[in-house]
């Protein structure tokens, strides 16, 4: 007869219902350990559509090809963050996206290509979701626990940036203005990217005016339109008194 594994090695006992548990610590030990190997202090979130197409890739004539600019403010956004914030012993405001295409593949890519550091929270999907290419390696994870991707999103963050995006984008952006609201956690910049777009797809005085929100929760959201006014959003939020 042979040994019987150990309950480590045991990778069906690891998948099973008991472990739940166990699985839930992991999902939040792996990413915490390589961040920190990482020396990453601090990240700014950026959510937005897998569906935005990069330039090289829009299909002219379509709708969603409209959307290009807001790829190439979330690239030079990662571009101007990255640049000013990250040396070689310690990484300040280091982008961090969902991991896949669209907004979050310009985040990341946008850091590559200025030989910067940028984090990706990838989760597995009935459509499976690939990592973009532009990812640093070591700082690529893969969640099956929604929970704690989302609280690995908001440890660090010092912003969050929104670009369009669909059920997700919106997901993110209210748990964080939530979060905010409640006291949760520390105030932060919670930037809208293009004013035009969420004030049509959200009717946020008429939440304030009916009583539904507080007048004063509007000003927990900035509205923005390039990625030289968010960075100047950022600024003035961390130098204020």
């Known amino acids: ?33 390589m961040m920190s190997r990482n020396n990453i202090n601090s990240t700014i ?26 790829y190439e403010e979330a690239r030079k956004l990662s571009q101007i963050v990255s640049t000013t914030c990250q040396t070689n012993h310690e990484c300040e405001y280091v982008i ?3 991991g896949g295409g669209g907004i979050m593949e310009a985040g990341n890519r946008g850091a590559q290509e200025v030989g910067a550091k940028s984090i990706a929270l990838n989760i597995t999907l ?11 390696e070591d700082l690529c994870f893969c969640f099956h626990y929604f929970s704690m991707r989302k609280m690995h999103f908001l440890q660090r963050a010092k912003a969050v940036c929104i670009f369009p995006g669909g059920f997700g984008t919106f997901d993110e952006l209210f748990e964080a203005l939530t979060l905010i609201q409640t006291g949760k956690i520390e105030p932060m910049p919670v930037i809208l990217f293009g004013a035009e777009h969420w004030k049509r797809i959200v009717d946020w005085e008429y939440m304030a005016e009916y009583g539904l929100i507080n007048p004063k929760d509007l000003d ?7 990625a030289e006014e968010a960075w100047a959003t950022i600024g003035a939020f961390y130098t204020s008194d």
Do not use: W
Not at 220 to 226: E, G, N, P, S
């Open 1 to 33: 007869m042979k040994n019987p594994l150990k309950a480590y090695e045991n990778i069906d006992f690891l998948k099973s219902p008991h472990c739940r548990e166990i699985r839930l610590q992991l999902e939040h030990l792996h990413p915490e350990v």
């Open 45 to 70: 979130v950026l959510f937005g559509s897998a569906r935005v197409p990069s330039p090289e890739k829009a299909e002219a004539g379509t709708k969603i090809a409209e959307l290009v600019p807001f």
């Open 96 to 98: 961090i996206t969902g």
């Open 126 to 136: 009935p459509h499976e979701q690939e990592p973009n290419p532009y990812v640093t």
């Open 220 to 226: 927990l959201i900035t509205f923005c339109d390039t």
